[in-house]
């Protein structure tokens, strides 16, 4: 798979889109994704096919990190999160936690460490194509380099350029 355009899809308010409606759309641009939804609720002791690895994974991502959901990089913050990198994953505060009878954390780091690298850019690629607004191109004018006099055209240099003769006079 490209990964040019192939996860485009219309963006949304991140604030309008709920965890469980992103994760749906996840799971149906990169199926091989597990679901890790067979958990059971402790207030009606039945399994929430809802509460999945991903509307987790958002959930901690943008609830309890409050990291930006339209940002690649705070993406692949959260993805060092569960890979043991970065910042260590409350068990306590984990999203399910206070309502599943068991604690989906563990088994959650576990699906997230099995993705190959490939898998999570696409994972980290389709997120911020779902919150990202669209962006404006800028129209600037375009500068046609040809109709500009020679010596007004910047010269490439690499480190501090050696004075020549009769530099100092123009510092009079």
């Known amino acids: 798979m490209s990964r040019g355009n192939s996860f485009r899809v219309q963006p949304v308010n991140a604030q309008t889109l709920r965890p469980e409606e992103a994760a749906g759309i996840v ?34 991502h943008r609830d309890l990190k409050r990291r930006e959901p339209s940002v690649s990089l705070d993406w692949k913050i959260t993805l060092a999160d569960y890979l043991g990198v970065n910042e260590s994953i409350k068990k306590d505060r984990y999203p399910g936690s206070s309502t ?41 004018p375009t500068i046609q380099t040809e109709s500009i006099p020679e010596f007004f055209q910047p010269t490439p240099t690499i480190g501090p350029s050696l004075s020549k003769p009769g530099d100092a006079d123009l510092l009079k």
């Open 27 to 60: 799971y149906k641009k990169l199926s091989y994704l597990p679901k890790e939804n067979q958990y059971i609720r402790k207030d009606t002791e039945r399994i929430d096919p809802v509460q999945t690895l991903i509307s987790r994974f958002i959930r901690y």
């Open 100 to 140: 599943l009878q068991n604690n989906p954390l563990t088994p959650d780091v576990e699906a997230i460490r099995e993705l190959n690298r490939h898998q999570r850019q696409e994972l980290v690629d389709l997120l911020v194509s779902i919150y990202a607004p669209k962006q404006k191109k800028l129209n600037l």
